[in-house]
């Protein structure tokens, strides 16, 4: 029982990332996302997903989702109510833009190791992403060890809704994760990450642009990025319903900024059918090397931005969540069910830039999800 707890509460810390293969049963779900934020963005994501055992050991994953988005980003070019000569757009009703994306897997899993091969699509009115990823997982040490290889390469291209000629129309990005974990006790797991990152092309925004008494010019950015992320993650049975999940991460780039990240979540068992869960993100980043006051630029600058993820800003998330797995024979057999959710409020430091662009001193955000699983 202890084992099992731990092995959950690594796959709620790690959602991407599998430590220990485990056995695999048919399972569909069915969920849906909401996100809101006082920039006047509004995000409604149905999402579904189904795991299919073909063979023993081959098991085929699915999973999609629909993104139906209200941005003043996309509905005008430009900051909030606001439409102006930089862009030239016009307004528009109901929602800005709808993203389709999927994903379909293939795993091989043994005992001892598994294979992962598989592509991601998605599209909306600006934007077009396909992906291929690969993962290995290889478990030794009478299975209290494993190492971990992962690597996806993002081929991505740009169609702005108001005519504009980007200086690159595509956006790439490799990424590669090596992970060490080890059971350090029937109670404690440890996992390390390196990961590093690479993206070309056009790395801006197409809607993002800087204004000032002298210059009115469309954000750029380098065209080539290269950075490298440590993370440690631990997680603890503190007592038998009770375990808690910890995790740092270090990030740089060659853009000089540098971020810090520490993430820490609480698991109790209420009862026996129930678990909640507490967490609390902190986030805290310094700023490109090209990014300046708004009003200081000049037309002989070689980079303008104004996206405060640019800039230097700290953000902090609290969040509740929960699992709940009904029993009984009430038209459907509910042992085969599985419900989780969640709700996160998460909010910036105050920051210029945000003001510049959203005439709000911070971001606020509030991003719920609930998902519904069939075990079959």
């Not at 098991?59 to 900051?79: E, F, P, Y």
């Not at 606001?82 to 709808?98: I, M, W």
């Not at 997982?137 to 299975?143: C, E, G, H, M, V």
């Amino acid at each position: 029982m202890q084992i099992k707890k731990l092995l959950a509460g690594v796959m709620v810390l790690l959602p991407f990332t599998k430590g220990f293969s485990s056995p695999q049963e048919d399972k569909i779900g069915v969920g849906f996302n909401l996100y809101v934020d006082n920039a006047d963005v509004e995000v409604y994501s149905p999402t579904f997903s189904l795991l299919k055992k073909i063979t023993e050991k081959l098991i085929i994953s699915l999973k999609t989702r629909i993104d139906a988005i209200s941005a003043a980003s996309i509905r005008n070019g430009g900051r909030p109510n606001q439409v102006d000569a930089v862009t030239g757009a016009s307004y528009k009703e109901g929602f800005d833009d709808v993203r389709y994306a999927g994903s379909l897997s293939i795993t091989y899993d043994t005992v001892n190791y598994s294979v992962t091969l598989g592509g991601y699509y998605s599209t909306e009115i600006d934007y077009e992403g396909r992906a291929i990823f690969a993962n290995v997982i290889k478990q030794f040490n009478n299975q209290n060890t494993a190492l971990g290889f992962g690597f996806s390469q993002s081929f991505d291209r740009w169609y702005p809704v108001f005519d504009r000629e980007l200086p690159k129309e595509y956006r790439r990005e490799r990424k590669l994760d090596i992970s060490f974990t080890q059971l350090l006790s029937p109670t404690a797991m440890i996992q390390f990450i390196y990961t590093n990152l690479y993206s070309e092309g056009f790395l801006a925004s197409p809607y993002h642009y800087v204004i000032n008494n002298e210059i009115a010019k469309f954000e750029k950015y380098p065209d080539t990025r290269n950075a490298n992320a440590f993370t440690v993650k631990l997680v603890k049975l503190i007592t038998e319903p009770m375990s808690i999940n910890l995790y740092y991460r270090y990030y740089l780039d060659d853009w000089d900024i540098k971020s810090h990240t520490i993430n820490t979540e609480v698991l109790r068992d209420i009862k026996e059918d129930f678990t909640l869960g507490v967490r609390y993100r902190y986030y805290t980043q310094t700023k490109a090397n090209f990014i300046k006051p708004v009003d200081q630029y000049t037309q002989s600058d070689k980079y303008f931005a104004i996206d405060y993820r640019m800039s230097s800003f700290s953000s902090n998330t609290i969040g509740i969540s929960f699992i709940y797995k009904p029993s009984g024979q009430f038209f459907i057999d509910w042992d085969r069910v599985k419900l989780e959710g969640s709700i996160d409020y998460y909010f910036t430091s105050s920051n210029e830039y945000i003001k510049r662009w959203y005439e709000e001193d911070r971001l606020h955000a509030v991003f719920t999800s609930f998902m519904t699983t069939y075990t079959f």
